[in-house]
């Protein structure tokens, strides 16, 4: 596809940015209005004229006045306006030669594996959108006037992710542009999407990667072609490949598992050509052969009507996979084959669909593997890391740390529910042997017995029935619960702990909005949210209530999620039962300890690395900042170098602290004790007196007891203690997984 010579003065574009949506905050998005002023401004730095370009927006309030100081006229992004512009609006384009289309927002696989682009009027339980496929099949029909448009060119930054059980049937199906004949199907459409089916386009520093990444390949492109003799062509096709080669590099260096996609029909010369997802290998003569078995195997399941139950396993088939089905229909056992293996889980999924009565044979499933290194078939992957993603993080930790014990695996992420899936999947099962994967279930789900830890189980049921293995499942849930209880007699249960968000104070008065949510596992309930601001003391009775109903004396951890400006507030001198006949604080009846994510983003790898290390550490392993060391930059020098320590004791005058708490988040550090009053020298002596030689895990009772001590002696230290305790798998109660567009 070479660059084509253009007058970009003759260009129209429609573009659509959803960020705000009917529902709770957690479905709305920052960072689709700045990818579409992206969008605009490149468009119109090419020629266009921006009374050419119609934009549409449901913007965040904080994007509001950038979106119009960009495109004052712009439009709400509502489903009346969006169906007008498509419908209607397009018919009055005349005499131009390109058309650009550009849509960024929330995208769901919706049933039928139609992609639906969420509309602003979307709600949690009503999720009302777009038919993605309908974008490219209007531009095709006398919507477009036959006249009017040489090509198009579409672009979707949305997220086709497969919704999990229990949301699937909240979602609409997609709404289409049109029903018309597609009148002009040789019209050329070059649509480039943010990512396969089932998969997610994530986002970075506010802005869509798919987009950004976009954005720079077309300057770079648009700049060489400023240098052309034609001065204006555009070879997309290039475009492509570097968007392409970004991702290449991403996904090398462990950063995105994003693919994104790229379907081009007619561009030039009637060509028709599909590119999604990464590129096959060719295969070596071992998994040439086993391809030959796998054909074979194929024809004989087809049956005494091939051509018949091909044409049926192939629609089934196109709701799973991601590329086209073959020209040929029906298809033969040769070209299903081959199309299973431009599918990841493709060809146990074909095998799947040819035998739902049978379970498949030792050595085709060895084929399988041997082929694609894989066991599950699509809808079952998809639904396992659905399942995953409604864990929190804490959640999938858990169940890696399960993995782990069992088969000791040190290698496993916990943050994307994608690749700990393919991590597990990885534990590839013997011949007629429980998968690996399929144990790993049944131990974490035993332990947890929470909402998904059933889910997961009845998911691990449907997967050992496929391949015939109920049994040996059956045996292995018996074993599981026999540990289960023996984790529970040992105590070793997963903990309780209260959270309280305490939101910054805006006015001398030191008057808090605040949360409050109680959590043990993966269960976590709501307990109260003040909006209007409430006086420390009003504050510290609504915690004595909700503690005394929902909370064990001496067990609970009660975790305070403070701004860092807020760290050094005594929050575990706090009194309980303030208007009783004992006095007692916060701190002595409860393990207490702050915690602040602010400043996390940019080094979790290491938070998370410095945290791994709390398990087998003392306190004699954590390391001492000298007092002089009081500034930003002087601190962060010492850490840059001490990747692996777990956590630091302070001693910092006060007048230096926010500094040194400001240095100590950004570098990661998840463990911090420092003394509340005393200065250098007499807290130094006493927290080497306090701290002993404990277990970093122990801390917070540890600092418990020192509390106590010092309800009887108020010249101990214990009550000044402070401990930052900041695990990067308890985080807040996760939002509602929609948070990537």
């Known amino acids: 596809m070479t660059a084509v010579e253009h007058d970009w003065r003759r260009t129209h574009a429609v573009i659509v940015a959803v960020e705000r949506y009917n529902g709770s905050d957690a479905l709305n998005l920052d960072g689709p209005v700045h990818d579409a002023i992206g969008m605009r401004k490149w468009l119109t730095g090419r020629g266009v004229p921006p009374e050419n370009i119609q934009l549409l927006a449901s913007p965040m309030e904080r994007?509001?006045?950038?979106?119009?100081?960009?495109?004052?006229?712009?439009?709400?992004?509502?489903?009346?306006?969006?169906?007008?512009?498509?419908?209607?609006?397009?018919?009055?384009?005349?005499?131009?030669?390109?058309?650009?289309?550009?849509?960024?927002?929330?995208?769901?696989?919706?049933?039928?594996?139609?992609?639906?682009?969420?509309y602003p009027e979307t709600s949690d339980t009503d999720l009302q959108g777009l038919d993605a496929d309908s974008l490219v099949d209007l531009v095709r029909t006398d919507h477009l006037r036959w006249d009017a448009v040489d090509r198009v060119t579409v672009v979707i930054d949305a997220c086709r992710q497969a919704l999990p059980p229990g949301s699937h049937e909240l979602a609409d199906i997609p709404q289409p542009l049109t029903d018309w004949p597609q009148t002009r199907s040789d019209r050329p459409v070059f649509w480039m999407r943010a990512c396969q089916a089932g998969a997610v386009a994530m986002e970075q520093d506010g802005a869509g990667r798919f987009t950004s990444a976009l954005l720079r390949q077309l300057e770079a492109a648009g700049a060489d072609a400023d240098g052309d003799a034609d001065g204006a062509g555009l070879d997309l096709d290039r475009v492509w490949r570097g968007v392409q080669d970004e991702f290449a590099q991403m996904r090398a260096t462990g950063s995105s598992r994003q693919y994104p996609t790229m379907h081009v029909i007619n561009w030039e010369e009637q060509e028709r050509t599909v590119r999604l997802g990464p590129p096959a290998p060719p295969l070596d003569p071992e998994k040439r052969r086993f391809r030959e078995t796998l054909v074979l195997e194929a024809s004989g399941l087809l049956g005494a009507d091939p051509a018949g139950s091909a044409g049926r396993v192939a629609a089934r088939l196109c709701e799973q996979f991601t590329t086209?089905?073959?020209?040929?229909?029906?298809?033969?056992?040769?070209?299903?084959?081959?199309?299973?293996?431009?599918?990841?889980?493709?060809?146990?999924?074909?095998?799947?669909?040819?035998?739902?009565?049978?379970?498949?044979?030792?050595?085709?499933r060895k084929a399988c593997h041997v082929l694609q290194d894989q066991w599950l078939t699509r809808a079952e992957y998809t639904e396992l890391v659905a399942l995953l993603g409604r864990l929190d993080e804490r959640g999938r930790y858990d169940v890696a740390e399960e993995a782990r014990a069992l088969f000791g695996l040190v290698d496993l992420s916990c943050h994307d529910p994608a690749v700990l899936a393919d991590a597990l999947e990885e534990l590839l099962p013997k011949p007629d042997q429980l998968p690996q994967l399929l144990r790993v279930v049944e131990r974490f789900a035993a332990v947890d017995q929470g909402a998904v830890a059933a889910d997961l189980r009845a998911w691990s049921l449907r997967c050992a029935e496929r391949l015939g293995l109920k049994g040996?499942?059956?045996?292995?849930?018996?074993?599981?619960?026999?540990?289960?209880?023996?984790?529970?007699?040992?105590?070793?249960?997963?903990?309780?702990?209260?959270?309280?968000?305490?939101?910054?104070?805006?006015?001398?008065?030191?008057?808090?909005?605040?949360?409050?949510?109680?959590?043990?596992?993966?269960?976590?309930?709501?307990?109260?949210?003040?909006?209007?601001?409430?006086?420390?003391?009003?504050?510290?009775?609504?915690?004595?209530?909700?503690?005394?109903?929902?909370?064990?004396?001496?067990?609970?951890?009660?975790?305070?999620?403070?701004?860092?400006?807020?760290?050094?507030?005594?929050?575990?001198?706090?009194?309980?039962?303030?208007?009783?006949?004992?006095?007692?604080?916060?701190?002595?009846?409860?393990?207490?300890?702050?915690?602040?994510?602010?400043?996390?983003?940019?080094?979790?790898?290491?938070?998370?690395?410095?945290?791994?290390?709390?398990?087998?550490?003392?306190?004699?392993?954590?390391?001492?900042?000298?007092?002089?060391?009081?500034?930003?930059?002087?601190?962060?020098?010492?850490?840059?170098?001490?990747?692996?320590?777990?956590?630091?004791?302070?001693?910092?005058?006060?007048?230096?602290?926010?500094?040194?708490?400001?240095?100590?988040?950004?570098?990661?550090?998840?463990?911090?004790?420092?003394?509340?009053?005393?200065?250098?020298?007499?807290?130094?002596?006493?927290?080497?007196?306090?701290?002993?030689?404990?277990?970093?895990?122990s801390l917070p009772q540890h600092l418990r007891k020192l509390r106590s001590a010092s309800e009887a002696d108020e010249s101990h230290h214990g009550r000044h203690m402070a401990l930052l305790w900041d695990d990067p798998h308890r985080p807040l109660p996760d939002q509602l997984d929609l948070s990537a567009p």
């Not at 790898?605 to 004699?620: P, Q």
């Not at 302070?650 to 004790?673: E, K, M, Q, Y």
Request: hydrophobic residues 40%.
């Open 324 to 364: 086209g089905p073959p020209a040929t229909t029906p298809p033969s056992a040769e070209e299903l084959v081959d199309w299973a293996l431009e599918n990841p889980h493709g060809t146990v999924t074909l095998l799947a669909e040819l035998s739902t009565h049978a379970p498949v044979r030792t050595e085709i």
């Open 472 to 697: 040996q499942l059956m045996e292995r849930r018996g074993e599981a619960e026999e540990y289960a209880e023996g984790v529970k007699a040992a105590g070793l249960a997963q903990d309780q702990r209260v959270q309280i968000r305490l939101h910054s104070s805006n006015d001398a008065a030191q008057r808090r909005a605040y949360e409050v949510w109680t959590r043990r596992g993966e269960d976590i309930i709501s307990l109260a949210k003040v909006d209007t601001p409430a006086s420390l003391e009003e504050i510290q009775r609504g915690i004595d209530d909700l503690l005394s109903r929902h909370a064990r004396t001496r067990d609970t951890l009660v975790e305070f999620f403070v701004a860092p400006t807020d760290l050094e507030l005594a929050v575990h001198r706090w009194q309980l039962d303030a208007e009783g006949p004992l006095e007692r604080s916060l701190g002595t009846d409860y393990p207490v300890v702050v915690r602040c994510t602010e400043l996390r983003d940019n080094q979790r790898h290491v938070w998370k690395r410095r945290w791994e290390r709390v398990d087998s550490a003392g306190t004699e392993d954590l390391e001492w900042l000298p007092a002089h060391l009081d500034t930003f930059k002087q601190v962060h020098g010492v850490l840059q170098g001490q990747e692996d320590v777990p956590g630091l004791v302070l001693t910092t005058p006060s007048r230096a602290r926010s500094d040194v708490f400001n240095a100590c988040l950004f570098d990661g550090v998840p463990v911090l004790i420092w003394h509340g009053e005393a200065e250098a020298a007499t807290a130094r002596a006493e927290l080497t007196t306090l701290l002993g030689t404990e277990r970093l895990r």
């Open 63 to 118: 994007n509001r006045a950038a979106l119009e100081a960009a495109h004052p006229d712009y439009r709400p992004a509502e489903r009346a306006n969006v169906r007008k512009v498509f419908r209607e609006g397009l018919s009055h384009i005349d005499g131009d030669d390109w058309l650009w289309v550009y849509w960024a927002g929330h995208g769901v696989q919706a049933r039928g594996g139609r992609w639906s682009l969420l």
